[in-house]
């Protein structure tokens, strides 16, 4: 399984930006996916996570409101749309799948990962 990210890059504060997922080797419309991100000095972070069927989506606080998650099955991809871009969200981002196991926040209940993508949102 293969998950491969794209999409970013810098931005203006207030900008947008659509990170793109795009998965081989799975049918992702059998799967729960997710977003998470890593700003330098921590963490990975949980930011969305849509259901197989994209009927129901999940997000952190931090971007309810400005990030939207959706899917594609019939491409097999998985996008993430931001806008109103914070200088706080700088961040590597990186989709995954979920396993269906445990709590969504966490990445533990997240199989396999794609390489990441960088979004630096400039002042």
């Known amino acids: 399984v293969q998950l491969v990210e794209s999409g970013g890059g810098l931005v203006q504060a207030g900008g947008s930006l659509r990170l793109s997922c795009a998965a081989s080797?799975?049918?992702?419309?059998?799967?729960?996916m997710g977003w998470f991100r890593q700003a330098p000095g921590k963490g990975r972070q949980f930011v969305a996570r849509?259901?197989?069927?994209?009927?129901?989506?999940n997000y952190a606080d931090s971007v309810k409101g400005r990030f939207t998650i959706s899917r594609d099955n019939a491409k097999n991809t998985v996008y993430l749309q931001m806008n109103s871009l914070k200088p706080e969200d700088t961040a590597v981002y990186y989709c995954a799948t979920y396993t269906g196991g445990g709590t969504i926040y966490s990445m533990a209940a997240y199989d396999y990962w794609g390489q990441g993508t960088q979004v630096t949102v400039s002042s």
């Open positions: 080797g799975r049918t992702l419309s059998n799967y729960g």
């Open positions: 849509i259901s197989s069927s994209g009927n129901v989506r």
